[in-house]
């Protein structure tokens, strides 16, 4: 491996506009990127040790290849030393690398800033020990955006790609539609993707003259802290539903959508086996969200039917609240609230639990949108780190070029390359 003296990343957030918990159950998304992210400047050091840090942070840390991890949970560190290590294990020791870290997300938003983090400081320290450059890397990860998504999401699950094994991971069990969201995305327009197999079914354009004004409602979204335990139920009951049908069927699907598209009386089937509401209702806003609404919103979109985009994203939001069981006061308020105020689109996204909430808004309308919409939230929360962001639907990751980083990534690099996604 050769690599490089300094590798820099920006990896943007994202949105997901409709596909709550359905991507790790082999369903339907549909996202986008956004303006605001990430960026990862890695540069050699003395050494085999990775020392990291970042202005947003208090703390810098030190990584080894190996060795306990005795980083908090929900701590920004264990995103970066779980890159750094399943590199290792997966393409042999890593040069020594001071990694700067620089945001324009909010952190622990639902905007996937800690997703963001360990994709951009991934990629930075990929580049900085040249593993593009290997067979390894060319055989099992290649060029395709959508496999660079699949194995930078099981970096962050712990789960195997290929025959690169996996190393235990943050602790969440997501699936990759964070990742495919900021590696696959078209400016100005939203992607409709497929989980099993993973998948571009198309991308369909944000109507002219709206964009999104997301409101961060201030309750933390961080999936590896407290709110691990309810993040992981979702996925936990997506698994026992996909048990019982293994069971009763003797199959041996690889997810529930895979299992849902099996037979025509699939879901007679798995009905039945679903004593328990809480199990019913997990299958139910599954089946509705990723087979019925992310079609139809793709669909409305397409006719310029914003009024009918707006009530597949309703419906959607309805579940959540009802049968998903993720949301929060707060964020139910805010997708109400947006409604409100003239929104014809809005509805909270990403783990839940927290978060923010999205509405769709006439470009020129969208400032005064943002401050109607969080002073009315103010009003009645005490939530005082709550903001809002004005964002399109923006273009994918990008490898920043040049030679001369500063150390301190306070500021993206002037000279951007060639998006990854390819649009």
């Known amino acids: 491996m050769t690599g490089s003296e300094v590798a820099a990343w920006r990896v943007p957030g994202r949105i997901e506009v409709l596909g709550k918990h359905t991507d790790y159950a082999g369903g339907h998304v549909l996202v986008c990127a956004v303006e605001q ?19 947003e942070f208090a703390d810098p840390v030190e990584v080894t290849e190996s060795g306990p991890d005795a980083l908090a949970a929900g701590h920004w560190g264990r995103y970066v030393a779980t890159a750094w290590r399943r590199l290792a294990a997966n393409f042999g020791a890593l040069p020594g690398a001071e990694l700067a870290i620089s945001t324009t997300l909010p952190l622990a938003s639902g905007i996937s800033s800690s997703s963001a983090l360990l994709s951009g400081a991934a990629l ?29 999401a099981s970096i962050e699950n712990g789960g195997d790609f290929g025959p690169l094994l996996g190393n235990g991971g943050v602790g969440t069990r997501g699936g990759s539609e964070d990742h495919t969201a900021r590696f696959c995305s078209c400016p100005g327009q939203l992607g ?79 009905g039945s086996l679903l004593t328990e509401p809480a199990l019913f209702a997990r299958l139910e806003q599954f089946v509705t969200e990723s087979e019925v609404l992310v079609p139809a919103a793709v669909d409305a979109l397409r006719r310029g039917d914003v009024e009918e985009f707006g009530e597949a994203v309703a419906h959607s939001q309805r579940l959540a609240e009802q049968s998903l069981g993720n949301q929060v006061p707060e964020t139910v308020a805010l997708a109400a609230d947006a409604r409100a ?22 470009t020129a309308d969208a400032d005064a949108f943002a401050a109607d919409w969080l002073g009315r939230y103010r009003a009645a929360f005490d939530r005082p780190a709550a903001s809002t962001l004005v964002t399109a639907a923006a273009g994918p990751a990008e490898r920043l070029d040049g030679a001369d980083h500063p150390a301190e990534a306070t500021d993206a690099p002037a000279e951007l390359a060639s998006p990854v996604s390819g649009c």
């Not at 890695?42 to 970042?54: D, F, K, Q, T």
């Open 192 to 270: 409709w993707f497929g989980s099993d197999p993973l998948a571009r079914h198309g991308h369909v354009a944000v109507p002219h003259g709206w964009v999104f004004v997301v409101a961060v409602s201030g309750v933390s979204a961080q999936k590896t802290g407290p709110a691990q335990a309810d993040y992981n139920r979702a996925s936990s009951a997506t698994r026992e539903i996909l048990h019982r049908w293994d069971v009763r069927t003797g199959c041996d699907d690889a997810s529930l959508a895979a299992a849902v598209r099996s037979d025509d009386r699939a879901l007679d089937v798995l």
């Open 341 to 362: 105020l003239g929104a014809p689109a809005a509805s909270s996204f990403g783990a839940g639990f927290g978060g923010s909430v999205w509405a769709l808004v006439r």
């Open 37 to 55: 992210g990430v960026t990862a400047v890695a540069r050699r050091r003395p050494g085999s040790r990775l020392v990291a840090h970042s202005a």
């Open 124 to 152: 930075a320290l990929a580049d900085l020990a040249g593993l593009r450059e290997t067979p390894t890397w060319r055989d099992h990860v290649g060029d395709d955006p959508l496999d660079w998504a699949m194995y930078l």
